[in-house]
């Protein structure tokens, strides 16, 4: 995983994807990084909640992925076709990142309705020094609408979500 977010992280430095490239995030402490959050490239993001999931911390880990992975959504949406190295650098990190916090996370639907409800109230709460939010107002709705329509799916499918995790031998908390 550490493999892939250098992998990322260099992209981002060299110059070639189009967002301003993002400082050196193993810097910065936990609550460091949180305080920059609202004015990090999303890939910050990951990199807390990647830094979470390796602590312990599943459900603070997954608020931070989601908050990443809507913040990441509306920047590659809103470059549009200069978006495409954006998109496969979130690829990679919903690869490297998101796999094991979805994993912990769906393993609770209450919390995973929480990471997700969450995400959405900080990104509302904070203003996104990357992409304009009143100028591409139209391309940030339909990504919010995206993940309130998963919380309405895991709403609505909370036991065969459990079933399946069981049939599958995943743990169900």
Known sequence: MKRIIA?????????????????????????????????????????????????????????????????????????????QDENILLSALTESVGRPVNEYIAADPDEWIEAMKWALDWDAAHGNALTSKTTHASDLAAIRSGLRDLIVQVDENRDLIRKRRREAGLPVR
Not at 8 to 35: H, K, R
């Open 7 to 83: 992998c990322a992280f260099a992209l981002l430095l060299s110059g070639a994807v189009v967002a301003q490239p993002i400082d050196d995030f193993d810097s910065l402490s936990t609550p460091e990084l949180i305080d920059v959050a609202p004015e990090a490239h999303p890939a910050a993001l990951y990199v807390l909640s990647s830094r979470l999931m390796a602590q312990g911390r599943g459900l603070e880990a997954a608020k931070w992925m989601y908050a990443g992975q809507l913040r990441y959504r509306f920047l590659v949406t809103a470059l549009g076709d200069a978006g």
